[in-house]
Nanobody
Framework: QVQLLESGGGLVQAGGSLRLSCAAS????????MGWFRQAPGKEREWVAA???????YYADSAKGRFSISRDNAKNTVDLQMNSLKPEDTAVYYC????????????????WGQGTQVTVSS
């Protein structure tokens, strides 16, 4: 049974930082591309960042220069370091896994976590 468990969300002031972590179990983690997505109230789920099984990182324009994705195949974890946070970053953040190339399309992912809330106050 595949499980993805996010942690690290919370309330932070604008300009602050948070580090999200996603712990995966029940899958051969090293062969999966991992993605981070977010969904704000009333909006569609949007891609934030992804990392390939080889460790290549990709970012949405909104995340470039502020967020950093990394993975630890020994620990089966993928992290998202978020700096210079803005109120518009407020959303539920989800990690997701898929075999093969990374994708920015939610439908391409096979497994999802339950999400962790990030709230950025102005």
């Amino acid at each position: 049974q595949v499980q993805l468990l996010e942690s690290g969300g919370g309330l932070v002031q604008a300009g602050g930082s948070l580090r999200l972590s996603c712990a995966a179990s029940g899958l051969r983690f090293s062969i999966y591309a991992m993605g981070w997505f977010r969904q704000a109230p009333g909006k569609e789920r949007e891609w934030v960042a992804a990392i390939s099984s080889a460790g290549n990182a990709y970012y949405a324009d909104s995340a470039k220069g502020r967020f950093s994705i990394s993975r630890d195949n020994a620990k089966n974890t993928v992290d998202l370091q978020m700096n210079s946070l803005k109120p518009e970053d407020t959303a539920v953040y989800y990690c997701a896994a898929r075999i093969g190339r990374y994708s920015y399309t939610p439908k391409a992912y096979d497994y999802w976590g339950q999400g962790t809330q990030v709230t950025v106050s102005s």
